[in-house]
T-cell receptor
């Protein structure tokens, strides 16, 4: 089992604040890093993905990966009440024995943006 | 394009009953999978399929069966429901199973086993 650690929250911040969501992992086999957003009673939807160390920006969202520290982050600028959701980190890895690539999810952080 | 659809949205079963959770996708995706999501446990893979006629077990396969007779459909069968199978079940699909393939999730089926 490739373990991923993620604080479940809830994390409550005022509207307009910068939000930082984080995951740590223990196995260097993880190669591809993703963030999913899940609204209440809905399925997860892919928000961002990256496979290299550094930052990747998409509008108000920035994904950051530090492979040396085994640490990934998602930053949300100018947070809005509509950003209130559960954010799941996910990591893909290639099994040594072949077969379909593995996908391991964090447990999710529940984010609340207060108007 | 409906994406990934799941039926039913909600189901109550008694211990020992069987049922089939339906999943369909209209994106011609080869890779389909079933997850369960429990509080404090995150998403866990039950079974997956890399194409019609090919299925394999995930992390938590016990008590569940799958088959893939067409590209579009991937039903999940509970043979004899147990209270431990109370969960939210998500079906997902992607073009392939590789690192850069995006998985698309359905809206979920909430299952309560009494």
């Amino acid at each position: 089992q490739k373990e991923v650690e993620q604080d479940p929250g809830p994390l409550s911040v005022p509207e307009g604040a910068i939000v930082s969501l984080n995951c740590t992992y223990s196995n260097s086999a993880f190669q591809y890093f993703m963030w999913y957003r899940q609204y209440s009673r809905k399925g997860p939807e892919l928000l961002m993905y990256t496979y290299s160390s550094g930052n990747k920006e998409d509008g108000r969202f920035t994904a950051q990966v530090d492979k040396s520290s085994k640490y990934i982050s998602l930053f949300i600028r100018d947070s809005q009440p509509s950003d209130s959701a559960t954010y799941l980190c996910a990591m893909k890895w290639k099994p040594l024995g072949g077969g379909a690539d593995g996908l391991t999810f964090g447990k999710g952080t529940h984010l609340i943006i207060q108007p | 394009n409906a994406g990934v659809t799941q039926t039913p949205k909600f189901q109550v079963l008694k211990t020992g009953q069987s049922m089939t959770l339906q999943c369909a996708q209209d994106m011609n995706h080869e890779y389909m999978s079933w997850y369960r999501q429990d509080p404090g446990m995150g998403l866990r893979l039950i079974h997956y399929s890399v194409g019609a006629g090919i299925t394999d077990q995930g992390e938590v396969p016990n008590g569940y069966n799958v088959s893939r007779s067409t590209t579009e459909d991937f039903p999940l069968r509970l043979l004899s429901a147990a209270p431990s199978q109370t969960s939210v079940y998500f079906c997902a699909s992607s073009q392939g199973g590789g690192l850069q393939e995006t998985q698309y999730f359905g809206p979920g089926t909430r299952l309560l086993v009494l």
